[in-house]
């Protein structure tokens, strides 16, 4: 603000608006007062006395109006004097003297000068004042009067003191020489204000006030920054007390400023220790790039990626390092970011994989499969052991529900549900399970709870063990002990039906030949005709149930079917399937234990009329017999679903079969095979053309001659 020097000398009168406008004025208040001496002449006393009550405020109010004209005429020849000496001091140095309009316009300048002047330092955000050197505020901006929350008026003329709590002049009285030396001082200062509540803190820029050389006052531009320094005060705090290290460097590396956290991470005594390191001090490999800079990088993106940097102890730190460019001008003038420690997580992880790794290869080399459900019926986990068990992969199972797999008997779904509802804690139960190769394998399995980290139930184990073999074994000594059983039996039947029928038919012989009448002897013809046949199946009972002979003997094949057929006559009638047997009366026999051989033919008769069942309701055996220059040939073959590609290859191996538990041992084919090796002999299988299975069977031939078959 312009200070307001006093007037000293009175200037030239010169013609100027002013002058006039004063001019004016002064007419104006002695026109007026010519009117009122006027009139008080004019009118007499009484007339005077008698005057309305309203008609005296005329002379009144025209006598205040003449003083105040008066007044206001005075202060402008005042300002217009001062003026006028300006300029004349303005004149005396340029020599030129302005012209009365120049100085009218100057005039009107400076009026509008200081309105837009003193409009212009309210309208700043900033506080201003001006302040004499004793401390009473000479002028304030309105920014002032909103801070002390007082009018203008109680703040111009007062001691800055009497507003604040702080006391500023211990401080301001040291640095007060050198303000009046200098006479500039800029910086921050803390303020209490006695309306306040807490300090706030200005940003000060403080200029001298200079008449005649000599420092009178201050002018105060303050700038409120109050927010701004809780902001760096927060920064601050969050910085040092912040458990990830922080970091700012250089784009070629080198540390500016690091936190605690940070000097800490690192191993080192102080900041300083860490901020003198050169740019690679932290690598861990020498000759590579700062492991905190990002020379060449032009981008000032945030960057995160995993780092290896060197303690001071000379171990590895892996570090999570997340940074982000600070540009200015287009450039990267540093990074900033932070730093976590993962070592330890890492070394955890590392463990946990190795465990992992550990339990995998642990569930991998266990001999019984295992597989999770969860509580939903899916499978969650399959061990690999599946492949070689059931010779599918895990996939085939994982995410399936239980009762979708059709691989396996529903036993196992009875299994696993019995431990899900809580029924058991611990269950096992046979299994049929179906091989990839289509082969059905009996599994133990066995089931128990599985319980989540709170020990709730979260789902069912159970481990799988193939006990295909054993239950095989098992099926063939019970079949075995079974047929010795059934052997014995029926070789105690047919002795004990032999005798009777010997009697029968002799008695019928007897009765034959005393016999006259022609219809009585075609009556016991037919009497004696059955009991044969009765003989004959007693005698085929005795040959099956007869225990195996130690050498062998001359075989007649046709004959030997014939028996077979015999035995299996009435089976094969109920199954409605016909026999197409083409006899070869004129085949050599072969070397054969006999007893061998029809447990051969019963096999394969039994499982022609097996498969024949399976599909339809009748069907026929067609049996073939023939001769190769040293051997002799049978052929069976059916008219069922035959067999299929895949599964032909394995047919005679043992324990091989499609049959679901139960139906089948898988043995058959095998025993014939072997039995038939025994013999010299071989059997094949393959699929007839109309479909349905031909077994082929050859033997070798032997020197006896026909005739001596058994
Ligand atoms: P099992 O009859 O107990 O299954 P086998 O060794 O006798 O054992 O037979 C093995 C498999 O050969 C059978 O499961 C079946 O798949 C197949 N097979 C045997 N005979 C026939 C046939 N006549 N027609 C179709 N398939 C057959």
Known sequence: MPEQGNTPNRPEPAPSQLEREENQLWRWALGLLVLLATAVAVLSWEQLKNLPYRLWAIPVGLLILAVLFAVY????????????????????????????????????MIARSQRNFKELIDS?????????????????????????????????????????????????????????????WAGVVEIQLKSGTRPSYYDCVVNAIIKSDEVVGASVLARDITEQREKERRFTQLFETLQEGVYFATPEGSLLDVNPALVKMLGYRSKEELLSLPPAGLNVEADTEPVLGRTGSQSGSTRTREIRVKRKDGSVAVCVDTSTGVMDAGRIVRYQGTLVDVTEK???????????????????????????????????????????????????????????????????????????????????????????????????????????????????IISVRDVTMEKKLEQQVIQSERLAAMGQMIGGFAHELNNPLTGILGMTELLQESETSEANRKQLGTLQQQARRAAEIVQNLQYFARPPAPGRSPVNLSELIQRTLHLQAYPLRKSNITVDFLQEPALPPVMADPNQLMQVFLNLILNADQAIREGRDKGTIRIRLGRNPDSVWVMFQDDGPGIAPEVLPHIFDPFFTTKRPGRGTGLGLSICKTLLREHGGNIEAATAQGGGAVFTITLPVTGAGPGAAK
């Open 346 to 460: 890492r070394a955890m992880e590392r463990q946990l994989r190795r465990q992992e790794e550990f339990r995998r290869h642990l569930l991998e080399s266990f001999p019984d499969l295992i597989l999770v459900l969860d509580l939903k019926e899916s499978y969650t986990f399959v061990s690999s052991r599946i492949r070689d068990l059931l010779g599918y992969g895990p996939e085939l199972l994982l995410g399936k529900k239980i009762e979708e797999v059709e691989e396996n008997s529903p036993e196992l779904v009875t299994l696993y549900r019995s431990v899900a509802n809580g029924q058991n804690s611990l269950a096992s139960s046979e299994y049929g399970a179906r091989h990839q190769d289509g082969n059905w394998r009996t599994m133990l399995g066995t089931a128990s709870p599985l319980l989540d980290t709170e020990g709730k139930p979260a789902g069912v």
């Open 124 to 184: 700043l955000d900033d506080a201003a004042l001006a302040i004499s050197l004793d401390g009473t505020l000479r002028t304030v901006n309105r920014r002032v009067t909103e801070v002390l929350g007082v009018p203008y008026s109680d703040i111009v003329g007062h001691k800055l003191e009497e507003f604040l709590s702080t006391d500023l002049r211990a401080e301001s009285e040291a640095s007060l020489s050198r303000f009046l030396e200098k006479r500039h």
């Open 73 to 108: 005429a005075f202060g402008r020849r005042r300002e217009v004097g001062e003026l006028k000496y300006l300029l004349k001091n303005l004149q005396d140095r340029a020599g030129v003297m302005p012209s009365d309009q120049q100085l009218d316009q100057l005039t009107q």
